[in-house]
């Protein structure tokens, strides 16, 4: 029944700092993914999701481990070569940061096209820029910004042109890295429902990066915990929002703000002990699907 | 007490080749020391160019066409580039949305922060101006931050580059500062950190806040006061509980209503249907007439006043006129819920 269409394993990246620091931005992360799941990863600034998410789209090269998607082990420079074209065309990247992502000296109908044009899809309304006209609606654009530039646009505008390029190609796999923090709330909730649509109408899988956790918990089926380049805590999301187990995704979920300014103005922040993440234990099974790094003593529920 | 800054009437207009894009439509509003006033809002209603409107940092095809800029009693409307470079660094400090473009890239993130501290404290010895960019990059929460003084933007993740722009904004000790989406890229937990440390320092300082921010979660934490914008006008003004517990106006219904954190499982999320209108030529009524269920025929008509709810509270709605006929708010129990 299910595919697992992602699996990576044991993924360790380091970063160089200085001559004598190296920064380890990703840890021994294993996880799967299964077709047509929006797989949530959500945890501290810094904690490796970019890198996880640069590695899997082949934007670094992993210092350890494997990355297989849909059974090609895409770390692998001849595998990568030999399947360059399905790799290339069924996965894409939404980044966090679309303004340096996107080409200042393009319009955003070009910007659209160019994949499509790059490897010559003919899309199914016809011409391309109707297909681009199309995309840019779904993301809430009228056809009078296909021939602006993005410095015309504003913030969540060059945000929504780079979900639509990377919606154009009807990847099968889409890994978005903060897609929407820049848009407006009612932006966001069509985009939200846009990406629903496409899980169940097309079977999309998604990784989604974020920092709202109110999303998260509405978007995601699974949700996995990033802590100083650790996966700590993978669950079902209804699961984990309910019943965290690891100390930092405690401390993550009782910090999610609260619409309601009494409410809000009232929480107190928790401080934390950082010794109280460090990594004593292995992911252990804790209940059915929900994994956390546990210390072997110290097992909950 | 006096006002620290005051707009009154102020129209903003990009001249482009399709025509006038009108992207700040007759905003009005004013802002005491020490006070936090959050600007929410649709994307591309113009609260990125009302913002830098006041800064004076548009582009040349950038007009001011009407209104008027007061900050400290001095009115700005008129001033040119010459005359703002003096003022801008001891008045305002930003903190954009996207960390990248306000840094610089060729320049280590420690220089960077070091030549704000210099501008403002003009010979000041370079041990000192290193101990205070330390200080500096340890209140924004940058941890090890002699390693990191001479890393470069790009060896930072989203949320460490929005920290070194905070401690290069908060170097200048301004008396506005203007932050677009601030916190946006940080996990939720240093969110609130960094929310909680702009308002001690604005407690400390007397600074007051001009914050964009999508996120009402963030809003509810430290705006005194929100202005909701639609299309490039002021529709609903107020203080935080005024706004989240008594909105007026449709829009700000319709943008609580949007909030995922109420939505059911399973449901799609509520969304405001339509599209903004096109600033190229925004209709001669309530911009957000054609997408309101609550729209009056005078809607399509006439631009409507701000009406006063309290002394404190207006909204741009004819609803609120005496005329109109009284509708519910499809808020339950006056709560976003
Ligand atoms: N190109 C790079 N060179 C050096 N260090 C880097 C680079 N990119 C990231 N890092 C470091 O690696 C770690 C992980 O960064 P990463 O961007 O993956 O985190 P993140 O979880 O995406 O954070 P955020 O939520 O802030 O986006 C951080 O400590 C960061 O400073
Ligand atoms: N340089 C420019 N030339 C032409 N039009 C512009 C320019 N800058 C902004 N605009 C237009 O002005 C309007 C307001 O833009 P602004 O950046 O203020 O939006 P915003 O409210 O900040 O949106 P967001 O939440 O997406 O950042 C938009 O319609 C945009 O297309
Ligand atoms: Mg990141
Ligand atoms: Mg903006």
Redesign the pocket.
Same mark, same amino acid.
């Given at each position: 029944m299910s595919e697992t269409i992602l699996d990576v394993q044991h993924l360790t990246h380091q970063f160089r700092l200085t001559k004598h620091t190296t920064i380890r931005a990703v840890d021994d992360v294993s996880f799967q993914l299964q077709r047509g799941e929006i797989f949530g990863l959500v945890g501290e600034s810094g904690s490796g999701k970019s890198t996880v998410a640069r590695c899997i789209m082949n934007l670094y090269r992993p210092a350890g481990g494997r990355i297989f998607y849909r059974g090609v082990n895409v770390c692998d420079p001849k595998q990568y070569r030999m399947h360059k074209n399905m790799l290339q065309t069924t996965r894409q990247m939404i980044f966090q940061d679309s303004t340096s992502s996107l080409n200042q000296r393009m319009t955003v109908a070009d910007i659209i096209m160019e994949p499509m044009a790059i490897n010559h899809i003919a899309p199914p309304g016809g011409s391309l820029r109707a297909e681009a006209e199309r995309q840019l609606h779904d993301v809430g654009m009228d056809a009078s910004?296909l021939n602006?530039y993005p410095?015309?646009?504003?913030?969540?505008?060059?945000?929504r042109v780079a979900i639509a390029r990377a919606l154009s190609m009807e990847p099968d796999f889409i890994v978005a890295d903060e897609p929407i923090a820049?848009?407006?709330v009612s932006i966001q909730a069509q985009i939200i429902n846009l990406f629903k649509h496409l899980q169940a109408e097309h079977g999309f899988t998604f990784l989604f990066i974020a920092h709202d956790l109110a999303v998260v918990k509405y978007l995601c089926d699974r949700v996995g915990v990033m802590c100083h380049g650790k996966l700590v805590e993978i669950a079902p999301a209804a699961e984990l929002f309910a019943h965290p187990a690891h100390p930092y995704t405690k401390l993550l979920l009782s910090a999610v703000p609260i619409p309601d300014p009494r409410l809000e103005r009232a929480r107190v922040l928790q401080t934390f002990d950082p010794s109280d993440l460090q990594d004593t234990g292995e992911m252990r099974e804790i209940c059915r699907d929900h994994f956390a790094r546990m210390p072997v003593e110290g097992v909950p529920h | 007490m006096a006002e620290l800054l005051e707009v009154k009437n102020l129209s903003v207009s990009?001249e482009?080749a399709q025509g006038e894009?009108q992207?700040?439509r007759d905003v009005s509003f004013s802002l005491k020391s020490g006070e936090v006033l959050a600007i929410i809002?649709?994307?591309?209603?113009?609260?990125?160019? @009302? !913002?830098?409107s006041i800064m004076k940092l @548009? !582009?040349n095809?950038?007009r001011i066409k009407s209104g008027s800029i007061t900050v400290d009693g001095v009115d700005i409307t008129r001033y040119r580039e010459r005359d703002m470079q003096k003022l801008r660094g001891r008045l305002f400090s930003m903190v954009f949305?996207d960390p990248m473009t306000a840094l610089n890239p060729t320049m280590t993130v420690g220089s960077q922060i070091a030549e704000a501290v210099r501008v403002h404290h003009p010979g000041m010895s370079r041990d000192a101006v290193y101990q205070r960019v330390i200080a500096l990059m340890e209140l924004v929460g940058i941890e090890r931050p002699d390693e990191r003084y001479g890393l470069y933007p790009y060896h930072f993740s989203g949320g460490m580059r929005q920290r070194s722009v905070m401690a290069i904004a908060l170097a200048s000790a301004p008396k506005i500062l203007f932050a677009?989406?601030p916190t946006t890229s940080l996990d939720v937990t240093i969110q609130a950190q960094i929310l909680d440390l702009l308002r001690d320092i604005q407690r400390k300082l007397g600074t007051a806040t001009i914050l964009?921010s999508?996120d009402l979660g963030v809003v509810a934490r430290i705006a005194d006061r929100i202005a909701v914008?639609y299309a490039?006008k002021i529709v609903e003004i107020g203080t935080a509980e005024e706004i989240y517990y008594d909105p007026r106006h449709p829009y700000t219904w319709g943008l609580m209503m949007a909030l995922p954190a109420y939505a059911k499982a399973g449901e799609p999320l509520y969304t405001i249907p339509g599209m903004p209108p096109n600033?190229l030529d925004p209709p001669k009524g309530d911009a957000f007439a054609c997408r309101n269920a609550y729209a009056l025929a005078i809607d399509y008509e006439e631009m409507p006043p701000m009406f006063k709810v309290s002394d404190t509270h207006y909204a741009a709605t004819w609803l609120l006129d005496e005329r109109a006929p009284k509708v519910t708010p499809p808020l339950r129990g006056g709560r976003n819920v």
């Amino acid at each position: 029944m299910s595919e697992t269409i992602l699996d990576v394993q044991h993924l360790t990246h380091q970063f160089r700092l200085t001559k004598h620091t190296t920064i380890r931005a990703v840890d021994d992360v294993s996880f799967q993914l299964q077709r047509g799941e929006i797989f949530g990863l959500v945890g501290e600034s810094g904690s490796g999701k970019s890198t996880v998410a640069r590695c899997i789209m082949n934007l670094y090269r992993p210092a350890g481990g494997r990355i297989f998607y849909r059974g090609v082990n895409v770390c692998d420079p001849k595998q990568y070569r030999m399947h360059k074209n399905m790799l290339q065309t069924t996965r894409q990247m939404i980044f966090q940061d679309s303004t340096s992502s996107l080409n200042q000296r393009m319009t955003v109908a070009d910007i659209i096209m160019e994949p499509m044009a790059i490897n010559h899809i003919a899309p199914p309304g016809g011409s391309l820029r109707a297909e681009a006209e199309r995309q840019l609606h779904d993301v809430g654009m009228d056809a009078s910004y296909l021939n602006k530039y993005p410095p015309e646009l504003s913030g969540g505008m060059r945000q929504r042109v780079a979900i639509a390029r990377a919606l154009s190609m009807e990847p099968d796999f889409i890994v978005a890295d903060e897609p929407i923090a820049s848009l407006d709330v009612s932006i966001q909730a069509q985009i939200i429902n846009l990406f629903k649509h496409l899980q169940a109408e097309h079977g999309f899988t998604f990784l989604f990066i974020a920092h709202d956790l109110a999303v998260v918990k509405y978007l995601c089926d699974r949700v996995g915990v990033m802590c100083h380049g650790k996966l700590v805590e993978i669950a079902p999301a209804a699961e984990l929002f309910a019943h965290p187990a690891h100390p930092y995704t405690k401390l993550l979920l009782s910090a999610v703000p609260i619409p309601d300014p009494r409410l809000e103005r009232a929480r107190v922040l928790q401080t934390f002990d950082p010794s109280d993440l460090q990594d004593t234990g292995e992911m252990r099974e804790i209940c059915r699907d929900h994994f956390a790094r546990m210390p072997v003593e110290g097992v909950p529920h | 007490m006096a006002e620290l800054l005051e707009v009154k009437n102020l129209s903003v207009s990009f001249e482009t080749a399709q025509g006038e894009i009108q992207a700040v439509r007759d905003v009005s509003f004013s802002l005491k020391s020490g006070e936090v006033l959050a600007i929410i809002g649709e994307s591309g209603c113009g609260k990125s160019v @009302l !913002c830098k409107s006041i800064m004076k940092l @548009l !582009c040349n095809k950038a007009r001011i066409k009407s209104g008027s800029i007061t900050v400290d009693g001095v009115d700005i409307t008129r001033y040119r580039e010459r005359d703002m470079q003096k003022l801008r660094g001891r008045l305002f400090s930003m903190v954009f949305q996207d960390p990248m473009t306000a840094l610089n890239p060729t320049m280590t993130v420690g220089s960077q922060i070091a030549e704000a501290v210099r501008v403002h404290h003009p010979g000041m010895s370079r041990d000192a101006v290193y101990q205070r960019v330390i200080a500096l990059m340890e209140l924004v929460g940058i941890e090890r931050p002699d390693e990191r003084y001479g890393l470069y933007p790009y060896h930072f993740s989203g949320g460490m580059r929005q920290r070194s722009v905070m401690a290069i904004a908060l170097a200048s000790a301004p008396k506005i500062l203007f932050a677009d989406e601030p916190t946006t890229s940080l996990d939720v937990t240093i969110q609130a950190q960094i929310l909680d440390l702009l308002r001690d320092i604005q407690r400390k300082l007397g600074t007051a806040t001009i914050l964009v921010s999508h996120d009402l979660g963030v809003v509810a934490r430290i705006a005194d006061r929100i202005a909701v914008m639609y299309a490039g006008k002021i529709v609903e003004i107020g203080t935080a509980e005024e706004i989240y517990y008594d909105p007026r106006h449709p829009y700000t219904w319709g943008l609580m209503m949007a909030l995922p954190a109420y939505a059911k499982a399973g449901e799609p999320l509520y969304t405001i249907p339509g599209m903004p209108p096109n600033l190229l030529d925004p209709p001669k009524g309530d911009a957000f007439a054609c997408r309101n269920a609550y729209a009056l025929a005078i809607d399509y008509e006439e631009m409507p006043p701000m009406f006063k709810v309290s002394d404190t509270h207006y909204a741009a709605t004819w609803l609120l006129d005496e005329r109109a006929p009284k509708v519910t708010p499809p808020l339950r129990g006056g709560r976003n819920v």
